[in-house]
């Protein structure tokens, strides 16, 4: 049996596990969007080089960047916002966004309750440990021991079915699992593996990441349920920066490659 232990310090419940009661915001349509002049993205700030938080205290990231070429393709402003992952989705739900670039990988479940663009990367989930650890190589060797990943999360969801830890500690994001790991309080994460070789190659941190891809998937901007021609505008948008050489700019900038 798997022992829990949240580090999420007042957030909404995760939209993953929770039925869909709260009442639907109408979908943002092109025209609303473009008449306000701007759009309401909402990120974590939390999952470099995706999106985080910089020393000037601005957002930056691959989700950045990407979010400002898809608005300036659209003609309007980029509006961020940053918080927990576990108040993202039903803040969109609730029309508090028009939508979310935080890493976001397409899922059966998500795709249900919500509108995706094309993807515009994907991402796998990986093992981090420390860098002596000889002992872990792939994510099964995590069973019965101390693992931290990001509430409310695929990472997280990932964890729960393959890890079989011993106790599964969530956290808002990367930044917190490494710092636990480090001081030796987790014995592993289970992350997301372009962020954990960011974090490792940039901070020069003591750490490695393990073992094969798991689950790889794509990543799109989600938004709300029903804003279908929202999405395919976005995905245009998404589209031409593939085909003209920006999104390869981006990724070279953000993942060296």
């Known amino acids: 049996m798997i022992r829990r232990r949240s580090l999420m310090i007042g957030t909404m419940a995760s939209v993953?596990?929770?039925?869909?009661?709260?009442?639907?915001?109408?979908?943002?349509?092109?025209?609303?969007?473009?008449?306000?002049?701007?759009?309401?993205?909402?990120?974590?700030?939390?999952?470099?080089?995706?999106?985080f938080v910089g020393p000037d205290g601005a957002l930056a990231g691959f989700d950045i960047d990407w979010s400002r070429l898809i608005c300036s393709g659209l003609g309007v402003e980029s509006r961020f916002s940053y918080l927990s992952w576990n108040g993202i989705l039903p803040g969109l739900m609730a029309g508090q966004y028009d939508g979310v670039m935080s890493a976001v990988r397409i899922t059966p479940e998500r795709a249900a309750n919500f509108t995706f663009s094309i993807p515009y990367t994907s991402d796998s989930v990986a093992v981090m440990v420390r860098q002596d650890n000889t002992a872990i190589k792939e994510i099964e060797d995590l069973r019965g021991l101390v693992v931290g990943t990001a509430s409310g999360s695929i990472l997280e969801a990932t964890a729960e079915t393959m890890a079989r830890a011993g106790t599964l500690r969530s956290y808002p994001g990367l930044p917190n699992i490494i710092m636990d790991?480090?001081?030796?309080?987790?014995?592993?994460?289970?992350?997301?593996?372009?962020?954990?070789?960011?974090?490792?190659k940039t901070q020069q941190l003591p750490l490695k990441v393990v073992g094969r891809s798991i689950n790889p998937q794509p990543i799109a901007m989600i938004l709300p349920r029903g804003a279908t021609e929202l999405a395919e505008a976005v995905s245009r948008q998404i589209k031409a920066r593939q085909d003209d050489g920006q999104a390869k700019i981006l990724s070279e900038r953000w993942f060296g490659n």
């Open 181 to 200: 790991l480090m001081a030796g309080r987790l014995d592993a994460g289970v992350v997301g593996r372009a962020g954990a070789l960011y974090a490792i």
């Open 16 to 51: 993953a596990c929770m039925p869909f009661r709260a009442a639907l915001a109408a979908a943002p349509t092109l025209d609303e969007i473009r008449k306000q002049g701007y759009m309401r993205i909402a990120t974590t700030g939390a999952d470099a080089p995706y999106n």
